[in-house]
């Protein structure tokens, strides 16, 4: 019978959006691949913060050795994850943080610092001279009000950039459009297109192509993920001018739950670092990323031959012993 797991982390995911939260969860996966005593469930509350709320209430009930959250709105699941951290259950933010104070570590990268680079970027892009329009996240989730913060603060050091209109998404493409044409319409003076995140960024090109303002609007993303159609591509198909590295940090997650529960010593701010990616660096970030999704393909061809070596022993030793006692 196989041993039971040493630890259970419970992990409430916001959303199942999008290949950045994949990004996420393979990250976690691929780090946990070298724990097999550590066991991981996931539940996904899909963008919603009364189920995400409901769903830390379950996984504390279900006696999980700590929670790894990534909260869908800050102040909503404040509350529940509070009481995990109070019961003593060890809590690890990623990505998006609570309203609140009582969490064990945090892992993720610095919003506000994601928009002041935005904003420094778009001065030297548009020669500190242009009106931009702001394409926000979903309302009430720390990653907005982090971009949107650093962005308009920065933007102070510039007078002549000006963000004109703001238009609000959900990280997605959808329901975006009816918004962004009309924000458009409304202004064509606007020469910029600050997006909180790449998929936004994406429809937001569309967009101005379809009006025929894709060579007179500059447009700058957010998460610089690697795969088809991410950040990395648009940039290098010259969709976007920049995006801005935010990792997913599924993997520093988990190697930073498994400090605390291992009562190792551990950082409490984890924080990732983000950096422009755009023409002049974008061949070499490809170039990396894909060297690592080789090597970590030969990791798991080589965790899979140990699984088959394993599997082979423990068939033989069953043999041995069989003939052994007939
Ligand atoms: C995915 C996502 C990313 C973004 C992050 C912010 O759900 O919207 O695109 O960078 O969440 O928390």
Known sequence: PAKP?????????????????????????????????VQLRTLNSHDNSALQKQQIHELIESGIDLLIV????????TPAV???????????????RTASQAYTAFVGADNVEV????????????????KVLEVLGSPGSSATSGRHEGFSKALRDYPGLEIVSQVTG???ESSLKPGLVDALK???????????????????????????????????GVDG????????????????????????????AIRTALNILHKQPFKRENILGTMVIDSTNVLTMRQQTEKMVSQQQDIERQQGLMGHLEATYASQQ?????????
Not at 10 to 21: E, I, N
Not at 318 to 326: D, E, I, N, V
């Open 5 to 37: 797991p040493h630890y259970r982390i419970g992990f409430a995911q916001c959303s199942s959006k999008g290949p950045w939260r994949q990004a996420m969860q393979a990250g976690m996966e691929r780090e946990l691949s070298f724990h097999p005593d």
């Open 70 to 77: 990534s909260p869908y709105e800050s102040a909503p699941v």
């Open 82 to 96: 509070e009481e995990a951290y109070r019961r003593g259950i060890p809590v690890v933010l990623l990505d998006r």
């Open 115 to 130: 928009g002041q680079t935005a904003a420094r970027y778009a001065a030297r892009l548009l020669r500190g001279h242009g």
């Open 170 to 172: 959900n990280w997605t």
């Open 186 to 220: 409304a202004h064509p003076e606007v020469s910029l297109i600050y997006a909180h995140n790449d998929g936004m960024a994406r429809a937001a090109y569309l967009i101005c192509q379809e009006l025929g303002r894709a060579d007179k609007v500059r447009i700058i």
């Open 225 to 252: 993920l690697a795969s088809p159609g991410e950040g990395i591509d648009l940039v290098q198909r010259g969709m976007l001018k920049a995006s801005l590295l935010y990792s997913p940090g599924g993997e520093d």
């Open 318 to 326: 069953h043999a041995l012993y069989a003939a052994l006692l007939s």
